[in-house]
């Protein structure tokens, strides 16, 4: 998350500067640059212009790489009945095991659990998935493909 906002951050900044820079190219090239030439000077000036834009675009691209780099799974917890027993009087946690990170959360209104930002690749492989209530167990325990 903080990444996200970092990076959205340095993209606006990056699309500020470049067009005030461009906007004002003269005021720099006569206050900043008075050595050079008006030729030089404006050579700079899209040259930085051009490293800025060049900026604001990886950071673009990155956030969308960034952002398809996880996904959500939702997990609903229901009655052996059918999958229309909703169970809303128990306490308890639905636990994934993702290689080394093992997430326990509590079981939510109409048996929801949510798992956010889980590693793509886990998409379409099976993990551990687990119960923690009491009287209740997975009614199909190899069923826990991630999709």
Known sequence: MFLT???IT????????????WRSKEKI?????PTLTKKQAYNWLTLFTLLLWSLAIVMIVLFFYNSKRSF???????????RQQIIDDVIGH???????DRRR??????GKTDFN??????KGKNVE????MPGYCLAIPDASTLS
């Open 105 to 110: 959360l509590l079981i939510g209104e109409n």
């Open 94 to 100: 639905v636990i994934i095991d993702l290689d080394n």
């Open 10 to 21: 340095i993209t606006i900044v990056s699309v500020v500067v470049g067009i005030l820079s």
């Open 129 to 132: 998935l687990s119960v923690d």
């Open 117 to 122: 930002e889980i590693p793509n690749k886990f």
């Open 72 to 82: 959500n799974q939702t997990v609903f917890v229901h009655g052996s009945e059918s």
């Open 5 to 7: 906002i970092l990076e």
């Open 29 to 33: 090239r006569q206050r900043v640059l």
